[in-house]
């Protein structure tokens, strides 16, 4: 069974800090990424890695702010998130994708976790 699980979420003040986790289980994933998704809207890109080279990709709002991140093993995924803003606020989802090539499209990736909610407080 595939699994993915996230974990880290949780409540700060703007310009606080959140470090959200995603275990994964059942298989290796070349690609992974984080969405989110606010209240009564769709999926959001976040930002996306590539097990092979590291390589990443960041949603405009989020670059300079988040930083995703693997473990050497690829079985975890890491999204260091600073300075966070009230518009942060959302669920965030943790994706992975056994092939192709690194995309900021949720239709890309197959294999899904259940989320985790942040709130950014004002």
């Known amino acids: 069974q595939v699994l993915l699980k996230e974990s880290g979420g949780g409540l700060v003040q703007a310009g606080g800090s959140l470090r959200l986790s995603c275990a994964t289980f059942?298989?290796?994933?070349?690609?992974m990424a984080w969405f989110r998704q606010a209240r009564g809207t769709e999926y959001d890109f976040v930002a996306a890695?590539?097990?092979?080279?590291?390589?990443?990709d960041y949603a405009d709002s989020v670059k300079g702010r988040f930083t995703i991140s693997r473990d050497n093993a690829e079985s975890a995924m890491n999204l260091q998130m600073n300075s966070l803003k009230p518009e942060d606020t959302a669920v965030y989802f943790c994706?992975?994708?056994?092939?192709?090539?690194?995309?900021?499209?949720?239709?890309?990736?197959?294999?899904w976790g259940q989320g985790t909610q942040v709130t950014v407080s004002s």
């Open positions: 890695i590539a097990g092979s080279d590291s390589d990443t």
């Open positions: 059942g298989r290796a994933f070349r690609h």
């Open positions: 994706a992975g994708s056994p092939g192709g090539s690194l995309s900021p499209w949720a239709s890309h990736y197959e294999y």
